[in-house]
């Protein structure tokens, strides 16, 4: 099998991958119960997805434009991303759309005594 080959098959693997982590971020932002989970699922999975896709796209390829450009939006990805969705998280927490069943706050534990070091 020449280096061509593997780069194709790894490149393909690593496309399916990501798309599969894109299609879990977008099951989740369905699924998930209130805003502060769906902020979770839009970030982290479709991140790693996008990346994982950029990665695959650049061994398939293996062009230096196409490769600098997928690297140039990468990058944007992981710096616009996770700072997004913790700004719409932190928005919805101060107006307070979300589900306050499912939130526990640190002051919480402090009053109930429920900590990590008690639960172990």
Do not use: W
Not at 13 to 18: A, F, M
Not at 19 to 27: E, F, G, H, Y
Not at 70 to 90: E, N
Request: hydrophobic share 50%; proline share 2%.
């Amino acid at each position: 099998m020449t280096l061509e080959a593997v780069l194709d098959v790894v490149g393909a693997v690593l496309i399916l991958i990501g798309a599969s982590l894109a299609l879990t971020a977008a099951i989740g932002l369905v699924r998930l119960p209130d805003v502060l989970n769906r902020m979770h699922a839009a970030s982290k999975p479709q991140t790693l997805g996008f990346l994982t896709l950029c990665v695959g796209l650049a061994l398939v390829l293996r062009d230096g434009g196409a490769t600098s450009m997928l690297a140039l939006a990468a990058g944007l990805q992981l710096v616009t991303a996770p700072v997004a969705t913790q700004m719409m998280a932190k928005a919805a927490y101060r107006t307070g759309q979300y589900r306050a069943d499912l939130v526990v706050s640190d002051d919480d534990r402090a009053r109930t005594g429920d900590d990590d070091e008690q639960n172990r």
